[in-house]
């Protein structure tokens, strides 16, 4: 398996909600990551979790909560939203063994809408 | 901070070639990446660079890198419609677990 799967593909919610998006990946990367993307810019880094602990959080909001279960499985939980909150978010893994070059998998994505 | 730059838009015919450029700014960045991105979809790892090389071909791709000049190219020979995309080039700082966007290329290919 060299995927990395990511549920649901599309999701709307409310600013009261509270929902969860999943990232799973089995190709034994130890290393796991949330991006988020706007309509035509690049994708920015929101958490790495590196052997199951948070290393960086590019100081996203506290309604973005991480959390990795296990090293094959990734949550982002989500509270009271925002509409410009309303993106792609992506899930990726690496092996995280230094000087691979092999990079990064990517999963393809949750599209997210805040109403 | 870190910074990488790439033009906008790049269209070209059916079987020419395309090239794709990058500048980056952080001179310690050890591996560079492009990225295809369809729309709706994730990114695609087309193909990648260390640092200390200046040339990578993989098929229809040729990567050159110019590290003196921070500068990075794409060149997809026999440009098909189904290259049409947009490509993010990307560097990786050693010993980090960052990987920095460019600004991504939108390639359209005409018939």
């Known amino acids: 398996d060299t995927e990395v799967t990511q549920t649901p593909k599309h999701l709307v919610m409310g600013m009261t909600n509270k929902k969860s998006l999943k990232c799973e990946q089995h190709?034994?990367?130890?290393?796991m990551y949330w991006y988020k993307q706007k309509a035509k810019k690049p994708p920015e880094l929101m958490f790495v979790?590196?052997?199951?602990?948070?290393?960086i959080n590019e100081s996203v909001p506290s309604r973005f909560s991480p959390e990795c279960p296990n090293s094959s499985l990734l949550n982002l939980h989500l509270h009271a939203l925002q509409p410009e909150d309303s993106a792609l978010y992506l899930c990726?893994?690496?092996?995280?063994?230094?000087?691979?070059?092999?990079?990064?998998?990517f999963g393809s994505g949750t599209r997210l809408t805040v109403v | 901070g870190e910074d990488v730059e790439q033009s906008l838009f790049l269209s070209v015919r059916e079987g020419d070639s395309s090239v794709i450029n990058c500048t980056y700014t952080?001179?310690?960045?050890?591996?560079l990446y492009w990225y295809k991105q369809e729309p709706g979809a994730g990114l695609q790892l087309l193909t990648y660079?260390?640092?200390?090389?200046d040339m990578k071909q993989d098929q229809r791709l040729t990567v050159l890198l110019n590290k003196k000049d921070k500068h990075l190219s794409l060149r997809i020979a026999d440009t098909q419609t189904g290259d049409s995309a947009i490509y993010f080039c990307?560097?990786?700082?050693?010993?980090?677990?960052?990987?920095?966007f460019g600004t991504g290329t939108r390639l359209q290919v005409f018939p």
């Open positions: 990726a893994s690496s092996s995280l063994t230094t000087g691979t070059g092999y990079g990064y998998t």
């Open positions: 190709m034994g990367h130890r290393a």
């Open positions: 979790y590196s052997y199951e602990k948070l290393s």
């Open positions: 952080d001179s310690s960045s050890t591996y």
């Open positions: 660079i260390f640092s200390n090389m």
């Open positions: 990307a560097s990786e700082r050693g010993n980090t677990d960052k990987l920095i």
